[in-house]
């Protein structure tokens, strides 16, 4: 059960249900017990996440008493809990929507030999071959097929011995590599395979080392060509003891191998080109444009440095373009979509402390659009940043989210990056900053600036 609940997190609502020192919820640290200060007494260990609130911001004198001064910017760049967006949920942490699934579960217990296992099966599955020769390479991986040795095993036979050299038992490694016959047929295709460690590997190490190959041989890639011979060399093995009037002569092997490997690899570069897309490109003029009337526009943008430092800008303009307000805000830390949310949340707090009632939201970052728009949501790692903005949205008459291209987006840029210079905080500025006044007058006068997009 440990290994499980260690990969669990909690994505916070209200905050009312999640332990605020023992529970997993705050991203990145596990139990914020492991870092507490001073002593933690026995009545503090019931403590939720929602007792360290006050006013709907982190009591940071608390934190800073409990954690220490330098917990304090990582709270700030933390959403708080709100009892409006619902309640606590537990999520999945080794999926990226959040959601359990058996496969990753699995993917706990499996030793470093499975995890080797599972990556010759990732690239046996990506072998761009036809299916018959992914699923012939899985069986080999597996050591499945009939060979003699597991004939015998299975009282099959009595007989272990190689059906095409008699020298030795015949395992699946022998019949595909080690046999004399396939030692020539690999040495056909290329004698220097001799010098290394080819003939000397294990079967699975073999197999993923090859198949992780990015060589060429004579046009032809060495992964398709290397499943194309050992195919060969089975198939061959078969009509000895089946049809033995059918097989093909010895020196043959590798030239019928190369034949298919150079027909498959033709045929897969004919069905690549029939099936890519075309895109045609052109170049836009893009600029900022003012809302309708009765809307104001909010645009925003996040930013994040080298290092993890984050910042959050935004501004507010009314139909005519006339500035309204604007913030600049130092995060000290967070990844780019919180970041990216986050300027959206803080800007319509300001809308709504203005009292705007109709707002159009802009941002330029497509992914943050999209999650705020995006209906299921619960266990995203994002949640409680997005249906916060959901909550805000609420208390509209009416808005609109959507996303738009940097170069309309200025403003709200050199105030994200302004943000990095100024005190942790939010900061709010009721006239012009100089940090944006030649971009605002840009705006203003319609200036466009180019863009390459597809059509």
Not at 202 to 224: A, M, R
Not at 423 to 428: L, M, Q, R
Request: hydrophobic share 45%; charged share 20%.
């Amino acid at each position: 059960m440990g290994i499980f609940a260690d990969n669990l997190v909690w994505r916070l609502g209200s905050g009312e249900n999640v332990n605020f020192w023992n529970d997993h919820w705050m991203p990145g640290v596990h139990h914020l017990i492991d870092f507490v200060q001073p002593e933690v007494f026995p009545n503090m260990l019931e403590e939720r996440v929602c007792d360290y609130v006050s006013d709907r911001r982190w009591d940071l004198n608390r934190i800073a008493v409990v954690l220490g001064d330098d917990w304090i910017p990582v709270f700030r760049s933390t959403k708080t809990p709100e009892p409006e967006i619902g309640e606590d949920i537990l999520a999945w942490l080794l999926t990226l929507d959040g959601a359990f699934s058996i496969k990753s579960a699995c993917s706990l217990y499996l030793s470093p030999s499975d995890n080797s296992k599972a990556e010759l099966f990732s690239k046996i599955w990506k072998l761009e071959a036809p299916q018959r020769l992914r699923t012939f390479c899985w069986l080999v991986a597996n050591e499945v097929l009939l060979t003699n040795e597991i004939r015998v095993k299975r009282n099959m036979t009595q007989d272990g011995s190689c059906v095409s050299c008699g020298e030795a038992i015949e395992s699946m490694l022998h019949v595909i590599r080690d046999c004399r016959v396939a030692r020539q047929t690999w040495m056909s295709i290329d004698a220097r395979l001799r010098f290394g460690n080819f003939f000397n590997t294990p079967l699975l190490p073999w197999l993923l080392e090859n198949l992780s190959s990015q060589s060429l041989f004579k046009g032809v890639q060495w992964p398709l060509l290397f499943v194309c011979i050992m195919n060969a060399l089975w198939l061959r093995r078969n009509k000895v003891i089946f049809d033995s009037d059918e097989a093909v002569a010895e020196n043959s092997i590798h030239f019928l191998a190369f034949r298919l490997a150079k027909d498959y690899s033709m045929a897969h570069l004919e069905l690549a080109q029939s099936r890519k897309k075309v895109c045609n490109f052109i170049e836009r003029q893009i600029k900022w444009k003012p809302p309708d009337h009765p809307f104001i526009k909010l645009n925003s943008d996040g930013s994040v440095l080298d290092g993890g430092r984050a910042a959050c800008g935004g501004i507010l303009r009314d139909s005519d373009g006339r500035f309204i307000a604007c913030f600049s805000v130092n995060l000290n830390g967070g990844t780019v979509t919180t970041t990216e949310l986050l300027g959206i949340l803080l800007g319509l707090e300001l809308a709504l402390n203005i009292g705007c009632s109709h707002l159009i939201i802009e941002a330029d970052s497509l992914v943050a659009v999209k999650l705020c728009l995006q209906k299921e949501i619960d266990l995203h790692a994002t949640r409680s940043l997005v249906l916060a903005i959901r909550n805000r949205c609420s208390r509209l008459t009416s808005w609109n989210i959507h996303h738009q291209f940097r170069e309309a987006n200025t403003c709200a840029d050199r105030l994200a990056h302004f943000g990095h210079s100024l005190p942790s905080g939010c900061h709010i500025f009721f006239n012009l900053s100089s940090c944006i006044s030649l971009a605002f007058h840009a705006d203003s006068i319609g200036i466009a600036l180019p863009r390459v997009v597809s059509i």
